[in-house]
């Protein structure tokens, strides 16, 4: 007994980090927010519906996002787009790191007159160019409501509320002024071209069903999810495809709904977040969807211009393989989802983040590793519902954190290495009631729907409540480990949402972080010893004319982003793939910027990109660029757009 306790201790063992965490420095900066933002009252808790009064610190442990894009047109991402739970309130600001020209009078978003009201919250911000008239556009997800469009006017000169038009993203007829529309619950929004046709289509994500899980006078008909490892009763998701759109001082984008484009057993789960990427090479994005209370789902993109159609790729279970193991068929509680090239092997890896608390719910991480060897031979696999999938996620270091959502990976000290940022964190107060959620845990399915079944969490209540920001680096070894608390990181405030982006254009990437009743926090990259890197902003022509740019500035940019467009970078260390991010994981989202670590190599670089262009036409070409910052414009090929 005493040597298997000595070997199972052996193989769980934390990785020291401490030599590899003097490479990294971070600074807390803070961010500007909107006039008079200080004195709005600041709740801990949500208002809900009476079904869920006795869990309302349960219901209310979402619903913080953050993002960080180039909002002003200058070409750097430094720019914020900002949900204080505290407040309900939208905030659009800038980077604590942004240039003087990239500055402007931080704001709230209205959707007046558009309805929305005291039953409704906001629970996510993404950024986007959703008429291709090159302005930052923001998509705001709601529960209570469908989500709103603020589309960028033509006329604008600097961000601030009046510069954007909001829309309806689901048409809604409102002759009183009341809303009408489905009561979504969201939690996650997915951006990319899904079928090819150069536009950016939208995969929404809701958790609880449409039900009025905010309304303290709504009917009792909410519901709980009606198991813990296989729950199909929830909100589920919804593909949106781009149909049309305008541009000017009226902009519009105009969607229809496509409900047959995911199965129906991949589309009825508890989803909290979803990310893209393309596994085949066709410029068409694989989806991940990460599901709490059961089986998570990778879809295989069939999709051709004007329709969208995935179908599901599962993995296959070998004799030493648990359940949950195995690529579609788990169990576990799916909170976060990104992809990247954890070992420049030129094929994308997936991170996906799930409860691993110990002793209370010790599931684990995943790392989807890629066993493809090129991506002729996935597409044939996917195609024939196979994914080629293992989990390796104990073999990274990277199994257990705690009660973890977001995750994103990134180049912090432009090494070559991705490292892993995770959030962490449930319920936060000063009475622990993991006995009760592990007696529900082991409850009858039947019993779990209902409300009224479940233990109490309410304010008080502590579940994982002092878990801390999760901050994963590369060692020696080549596992990882978590060195937030020496860099100062571990904060015990419960985290959701990571945004990335190089702010600065310097080559830095810094990040920033939305908390769950607390207030967001940025950190800035202060790193002793940066290597060299590669930073590609991917756009195509806007489809403005003359509305593009003008005398006087705008927020129009160089062009709007290639959505789909990945590339693959090879120095004398090999070769990693990334993607330029439409917008994928929890409620956190990147920069669209494409990133490479050099480390000391300074020698040209050769670029493999794949695009699509505004037909949808794909377009492949190899190019050598120095290292560094740069702008490319991609047609029918890609040319470098002089800086300024």
């Known amino acids: ?77 430094s720019g914020m787009c900002i949900v204080d739970t505290r407040t309900d309130e939208v905030t659009v600001t800038y980077t604590p790191t942004a240039h003087p020209a990239d500055r402007f009078t931080p704001f709230l978003l209205d959707a007046s007159p558009l309805p929305v009201d005291d039953t409704m919250a906001p629970t996510g911000c993404t950024f986007g160019d959703f008429n291709a008239d090159g302005r930052m556009d923001i998509l705001v997800s709601y529960w209570g409501r469908t989500p709103i469009l603020f589309l960028a006017r033509s006329d604008a000169r600097t961000p601030a509320l009046k510069a954007y038009v909001p829309q309806e993203l689901v048409p809604s007829q409102s002759q009183d002024g009341l809303y009408h529309g489905p009561r979504w619950n969201t939690d996650t929004v997915h951006v990319s071209d899904l079928d090819g046709d150069g536009h950016p289509d939208i995969v929404i994500g809701n958790y609880f069903p449409d039900s009025d899980v905010l309304d303290p006078h709504g009917l009792k008909n909410v519901v709980m999810n009606d198991s813990l490892s296989r729950a199909k009763n929830a909100g589920g998701d919804h593909v949106l495809r781009w149909t049309s759109a305008t541009t000017g ?9 496509e409900p047959k484009a995911i199965p129906y057993n991949a589309a009825t789960g508890w989803t909290l977040a979803i990310a893209g990427a393309d596994l085949t090479g066709d410029v068409l994005p694989e989806l991940y969807i990460a599901n709490d209370f059961g089986n998570d789902h990778l879809l295989y993109n069939r999709s051709r211009p004007g329709q969208i159609r995935f179908t599901e790729a599962l993995g296959k279970r070998t004799a030493t393989a648990p359940k949950s193991f195995v690529l579609g068929r788990g169990s576990f509680k799916g909170m976060g989802v990104d992809f990247g090239d954890l070992d420049r092997t030129g094929r994308f890896d997936m991170v996906v983040s799930n409860i691993t608390s110990a002793w209370g719910l010790e599931e684990s991480n995943f790392v989807w590793k890629n066993q493809s060897p090129d991506e002729a031979d996935m597409d044939r696999q996917l195609s024939d519902g196979v994914a080629p999938f293992t989990q390796e996620a104990r073999k990274y270091g990277l199994a257990w954190t705690g009660w973890n959502w977001d995750v994103k990976l990134g180049d912090f000290t432009n090494s070559g290495r991705q490292d892993v940022v995770q959030t962490d964190g449930f319920v936060k107060g000063s009475i622990d009631r993991w006995p009760w959620l592990q007696e529900m845990a082991m409850a009858n399915d039947v019993l779990l729907s209902n409300p009224d079944m479940w233990p109490n969490v309410q304010p008080g209540d502590d579940i994982a409540g002092d878990d801390t920001l999760a901050f994963y680096a590369r060692t020696a070894d080549g596992t990882y480990a978590n060195i937030s608390d020496t860099l100062g990181l571990a904060v015990p405030i419960p985290t959701r949402a990571i945004a990335t982006g190089d702010t600065t254009g310097t080559g830095a990437l810094d990040f920033a972080v939305a908390r769950q009743w607390g207030p967001p926090v940025f950190y800035a990259n202060t790193a002793p010893q940066r290597g060299n890197h590669l930073t590609l902003s991917l756009l195509r022509p806007t489809t403005a004319g003359q509305d593009t740019g003008g005398p006087g500035g705008s927020l129009a940019g160089a062009g709007s982003p290639a959505y789909n467009a990945s590339v693959r970078a090879t120095t004398p260390d090999g070769t990693e793939i990334a993607q330029l991010d439409g917008g994928s994981g929890h409620a956190g989202y990147r920069s669209f910027d494409v990133r490479f670590g050099l480390g000391t190599y300074d020698g040209p670089v050769t670029v493999e990109l794949r695009w699509r262009d505004a037909d949808g036409t794909v377009h492949q070409q190899q190019r050598r660029l120095d290292p560094g910052s740069h702008t490319l414009m991609l047609t029918g090929d890609a040319q470098e757009v002089p800086s300024t």
Request: no cysteine; glycine share 6%; hydrophobic share 40%.
């Open 249 to 257: 001082t009226r902009p519009t984008a105009t969607y229809t709904a």
């Open 1 to 77: 007994m005493t040597s298997l306790f000595f070997a199972t201790q052996a193989s769980v063992a934390v990785p020291d980090g401490t030599k590899v965490a003097a490479a990294y420095r971070f600074k807390e900066m803070p961010i500007a927010m909107p006039p008079g933002y200080d004195q709005l009252p600041k709740r801990t808790v949500r208002t809900v519906n009476p079904a869920y009064e006795k869990i309302r610190s349960w219901i209310s442990s979402v619903g913080a996002s953050i993002a960080i894009n180039d909002v002003a047109g200058n070409g750097r991402a």
